[in-house]
């Protein structure tokens, strides 16, 4: 049967995520509308032998998209094409960590789906480690911000809001405190505004590790999901939240992250970059219930 997260212990599990976001004297920004998340999975997404199905996981992109864009599911081009105009210089900024990286696959439909929009393949480039030297990136109108989810040693967890480090020259001067301003990098004036859209991988996230380089194939899952969100602090809570959950399942106790993810709150309370709160984020859910854990 389907275990689902509660609010309260969520704010438990995760150490305390958002401690104070509702506490008095708290400022934070007051969106009209909630930020929309949209949990997508596919039992089919892996084939028998544990390949990555690359097929269905366009589907699922596509899918996701329309969702987000509140759009037909029948024209993703048309979701596309709103998200990017032919004119753009656009960047797709991956996570190449070798236990964990973003699939070849993804990479590759994300990149299939803004041509298809009508960018020209000279302004399209796939990168990580070497943004800062790339030249599209350089002159990028618009950025696609795809990662896996994971455990982390400095921030408690590798995901969207933590996938920018690579845009500064000296990223370790963002590693105090847990990483607790991780997001001021997307407030920088090469960043700012540009991200169209944020995609954190939930295929096999990593739920679990000790150590700066953990990584440990028992804590790794088929989760076979993808969330996707224009608000990347409303999708990285919504996957701080799925990964709380699976840690309580696993372990039959509440397990809180070490350090705590309170880059995360702090993202909202701190920075008014988005929506930690899940009060203030839509959460859409489709295709594969089983196993949700949300």
Not at 44 to 69: H, I, N, P
Not at 256 to 284: F, Q
């Amino acid at each position: 049967m389907e275990r689902r997260t509660t609010r309260r212990a969520w704010l438990e599990g995760s150490g305390a995520l958002l401690a104070g976001l509702l506490a008095p004297g708290v400022a934070r920004a007051k969106p009209a509308e909630k930020s929309r998340v949209v949990l997508i999975r596919d039992k089919d997404v892996f084939d028998e032998k544990g390949k990555l199905r690359a097929e269905v996981l366009e589907r699922m992109l596509d899918r996701g998209v329309t969702s987000l864009l509140r759009l037909d599911g029948k024209q993703p081009a048309r979701a596309w094409k709103r998200l990017f105009k032919p004119s753009d210089v656009v960047g797709i900024k991956s996570n190449v960590w070798a236990h964990l990286p973003t699939p070849p696959a993804l990479e590759a439909a994300l990149r299939s789906r803004v041509l298809g929009a009508g960018v020209s393949a000279g302004n399209v480039s796939v990168d990580d480690r070497g943004v800062l030297r790339n030249k599209v990136f350089a002159r990028a109108s618009a950025l696609i911000n795809v990662r896996p989810m994971r455990t982390h040693h400095w921030a408690g967890v590798g995901s969207l809001i933590k996938n920018y480090i690579m845009f500064v020259p000296r990223p370790y001067q963002y590693h105090g405190d847990s990483c607790a301003d991780l997001a001021a990098i997307w407030k920088l004036p090469h960043l700012r505004g540009k991200t169209r859209l944020n995609v954190l991988v939930m295929l096999t996230p990593l739920f679990y590790g000790i150590g700066p380089h953990h990584y440990d194939a028992r804590y790794v899952w088929r989760y076979n999901g993808l969330l996707l969100g224009t608000d990347p602090v409303a999708v990285d809570a919504t996957g701080l939240r799925i990964i709380m959950a699976k840690r309580r399942a696993h372990f039959g106790e509440e397990r809180r992250m070490r350090p705590p993810a309170k880059h995360i709150r702090l993202a909202d309370t701190r920075h008014k970059l988005g929506n930690a709160d899940p009060r203030r984020i839509e959460l859409v859910r489709l295709g594969w219930a089983e196993g949700r854990l949300i």
